[in-house]
T-cell receptor, first 115, second 110 residues
Framework: DTAVSQTPKYLVTQMGNDKSIKCEQN?????MYWYKQDSKKFLKIMFS???????INETVPNRFSPKSPDKAHLNLHINSLELGDSAVYFC??????????????FGPGTRLTVT | QKEVEQDPGPLSVPEGAIVSLNCTYS??????FMWYRQYSRKGPELLMY????GNKEDGRFTAQVDKSSKYISLFIRDSQPSDSATYLC??????????FGKGTKLTVNP
């Protein structure tokens, strides 16, 4: 009974391709996130959704497009993949939006390698 | 100045040692101070969190926050090989966005 799950776990693809990563949480949380962890291990937020609405959109190329079909799912589609997109992408969720101090639950990550 | 900076590490200690992990932050609006632990090839998980200044103890772990100096610490007593991980200290305030630093990688050697 995984709380936050992501698929696929590994993704190897060529430059220029389009790919998607899926995320699902079974915690009943209202808010979901996408983070990128680069090779230097910095963890940076990309997007946040609350009840299917985008609430945080950091400076991310518009090749990245999140989609939230419902509160339990947040998918990430990436167009025209570039070498610099290679990283580990983490999905996360938290119970209450706009409430500081709430724990974020992270998925296991998707390791994307662009060749 | 980065919003949060951590001791760069990596840190390698023998089993049973007392470990001190430290962070500094720049934004005085931060009110919640969290420690996340990330094992290799896993997602981060919340270890402890503290509201405002003060100490909080949980078993072998003690978190300290000094808002006057914008300094955050995590102490691990009787460290175990299972404590080997990267520790992240994202402060938070005003929104649900966490600001992560690079983390400090800790290795506890048996």
């Amino acid at each position: 009974d995984t709380a936050v799950s992501q698929t696929p776990k590994y993704l190897v693809t060529q430059m220029g391709n389009d790919k998607s990563i899926k995320c699902e949480q079974n915690l009943g949380h209202d808010t979901m996130y996408w983070y990128k962890q680069d090779s230097k291990k910095f963890l940076k937020i990309m997007f946040s959704y609350n009840n299917k609405e985008l609430i945080i959109n950091e400076t991310v190329p518009n090749r990245f497009s999140p989609k939230s079909p419902d509160k339990a799912h947040l998918n990430l589609h990436i167009n025209s993949l570039e070498l610099g997109d290679s990283a580990v992408y983490f999905c996360a969720s938290s119970q209450r939006p706009f409430r500081s101090g709430d724990e974020q639950y992270f998925g296991p990550g998707t390791r994307l390698t662009v060749t | 100045q980065k919003e949060v900076e951590q001791d760069p590490g990596p840190l390698s200690v023998p089993e049973g040692a007392i470990v001190s992990l430290n962070c500094t932050y720049s934004n005085s609006a931060f009110q919640y101070f969290m420690w996340y632990r990330q094992y290799s090839r896993k997602g981060p998980e919340l270890l402890m969190y503290t509201y405002s200044s003060g100490n909080k103890e949980d078993g072998r772990f003690t978190a300290q926050v000094d808002k006057s100096s914008k300094y955050i610490s995590l102490f691990i007593r009787d460290s175990q090989p299972s404590d080997s991980a990267t520790y992240l200290c994202p402060p938070q305030g005003g929104s649900e966005k966490l600001v992560f630093g690079k983390g400090t990688k800790l290795t506890v050697n048996p």
